[in-house]
């Protein structure tokens, strides 16, 4: 599986992006779609995932602002993200999850400033 992300950039408080995670390969063993960030000096962590069945995960600090959503069409995976806020700013990696492995894709900085 290959993941390509898309979509990040520099945006002012208050404002939205739209990241996009384009799977390839082995996709239709795929079970759970994940976002994911790393901030400087700060873990990795979970943001949004949706699972092959469309049921979706958020982490507390994202919800209400973060939706996670899929187009099986397009083999793709999106996060809109509104009501940026200067701790969102983070590298945002995609990851597929299949039976007993993970892919990572590269990562997308997204810099949200004041």
């Known amino acids: 599986v290959q993941l390509q992300a898309s979509g990040g950039g520099l945006v002012q408080a208050g404002g939205s992006l739209r990241l996009s995670c384009v799977a390839s390969g082995i996709i239709f063993s795929i079970d759970r779609m994940g976002w994911y960030r790393q901030a400087p000096g700060k873990q990795r962590e979970l943001v949004a995932s949706?699972?092959?069945?469309?049921?979706?995960n958020y982490a507390d600090s994202v919800k209400g602002r973060f939706t996670i959503s899929g187009d099986n069409a397009k083999n793709t995976v999106y996060l809109q993200m509104n009501s940026l806020k200067l701790e969102d700013t983070a590298v945002y990696y995609c990851?597929?999850?299949?039976?007993?492995?993970?892919?990572w894709g590269k990562g997308t900085q997204v810099t949200v400033s004041s």
């Open positions: 949706i699972t092959s069945g469309g049921s979706t």
């Open positions: 990851k597929a999850d299949l039976p007993y492995v993970g892919y």
